[in-house]
């Protein structure tokens, strides 16, 4: 799956500025919810309701909170780089400085899935986040992660 089906340019925030793990989740919630038309507290509820089951802190500064919503019909994310890193609670205790939050459809185990793993996949790459670090603009943060 190439992350470009559900990454827009438009979705790529650069230098996001938040004091901790819930503002990141709660501003990022309220951009999707303007996005998709959606309630920006039911996101953030069910963004914080999956990061209660553990942290989406997937190590390396990176995390990716994720949710699954029936209005929701083709997976949706947002991609920020935060100014300042925060504590994301991650697997291996570093702050997280790079956030790529999923809205995945309900309906589609595959499909989320999928989209989990292709997002992982990029965001494991050393490469892919060297480049994603360097970026000057949203432009390159989106080609870093959509290439």
């Known amino acids: 799956m190439n ?8 979705d790529v925030l650069l230098d996001f500025r938040a004091r901790d793990k819930v503002a990141v989740l709660e501003e990022l919630s309220s951009r999707a919810a303007a ?3 959606l ?6 509820h069910e963004i ?4 209660e089951l553990g942290s989406t802190g997937i190590g390396g500064g ?6 699954r919503f029936r209005e929701v019909k083709k997976p949706f994310g947002l991609l920020a780089r935060l100014k300042q890193p925060v504590d994301f609670e991650a697997i291996d205790g570093q702050p997280v400085d790079l956030v790529f939050l ?5 309906s589609s185990q595959l499909d989320q899935l999928n989209t989990l793993a292709a997002v ?22 989106y ?3 959509a290439a």
Do not use: Y
Request: overall charge positive.
């Open 3 to 10: 992350i470009k089906t559900f990454l827009a340019p438009s």
């Open 62 to 67: 990176v995390s990716m909170p994720h949710a």
């Open 102 to 106: 999923l809205l995945l459809p309900a």
């Open 48 to 51: 914080e309701r999956r990061e």
């Open 39 to 44: 309630s920006a507290e039911a996101i953030a």
């Open 120 to 141: 992982a996949r990029k965001l494991r790459d050393p490469k892919v986040l060297a480049d994603l670090r360097l970026a000057t603009t949203a432009t390159e943060l």
């Open 143 to 145: 080609k870093a992660v």
């Open 35 to 37: 996005v998709l038309n």
